[in-house]
């Protein structure tokens, strides 16, 4: 039995443009995360007949397999979430007007101000080796949003932080539109972000604190 489903988009393929085509929408989730989705039932499924048959000689790439789909789905269903249309409030900064106040706030102590983290998030997004993820993340130990450059879809994360904003740096997430030009996709991606979403993000985040065992 699937363990893991695709979920559907939160808007129709059209509804990110001129940020992002209606092509590479329909691709990106209907083929690309699909992909993880299979990947990973079809990993809990290997793993299961390993266990049967107490065969182990696959064990590392099964792992390796799970984690990187598994952090696939995670990732691309905050993904669509996390962003909307500019004729529906995406895109802009968030402000207490919105009532993103306390986001807005946490921003700025975090990073010292909104310009300031768009420029760390911007870049850590855009100069991601290879395949991978520019993320935003709360920090439980530190009680602090910090900056994260995820490789593929699951290295280079701190342990116990949850992404609350992501940016896709994979090629399948622009290249149709924006070809080599990975800075320029980043750049426009901010005129999309859906603030609210990573407000209610932030403040979940921070309510699961205790669902942790932290260091003292």
Do not use: C
Not at 13 to 18: H, K, N, R, S, T
Not at 68 to 94: A, Q, R, T
Not at 143 to 164: A, F, K, M, W
Request: hydrophobic letters at 40%.
């Amino acid at each position: 039995m699937a363990i893991y489903t695709l979920p559907e988009l939160p808007y129709d393929y059209a509804a990110l443009e001129p940020v992002i085509n209606p092509q590479i929408v329909e691709l990106h989730h209907d083929k690309h995360h699909a992909a993880y989705v299979k990947g990973a039932n079809d990993t809990l499924e290997q793993l299961a007949e390993a266990r049967d048959k107490e065969s182990w000689g696959a064990i590392n790439g099964l792992e390796k397999n799970l984690a990187f789909h598994l952090s696939g789905h995670i990732l691309h269903s905050i993904y669509w979430h996390n962003m909307n249309s500019p004729k529906d409030g995406g895109g802009g900064e968030p402000l207490a007007a919105d009532g993103v106040g306390d986001l807005a706030d946490a921003i700025t102590e975090s990073f010292g101000s909104f310009a300031k983290f768009k420029a760390q998030l911007t870049k850590a997004s855009a100069t991601t080796q290879g395949s991978g993820w520019g993320v935003l993340a709360y920090e439980p130990l530190s009680n602090r949003l910090i900056v994260e450059q995820v490789y593929d879809h699951q290295g280079n994360v701190g342990q116990g932080s949850t992404p609350i904003l992501v940016f896709d740096a994979w090629e399948h997430a622009f290249y149709l539109q924006y070809k080599n030009q990975k800075v320029d996709f980043i750049d426009a991606m901010w005129a999309v972000v859906n603030w609210q979403d990573v407000a209610k993000r932030y403040e979940a985040a921070k309510q699961r604190v205790n669902s942790l065992l932290l260091a003292p």
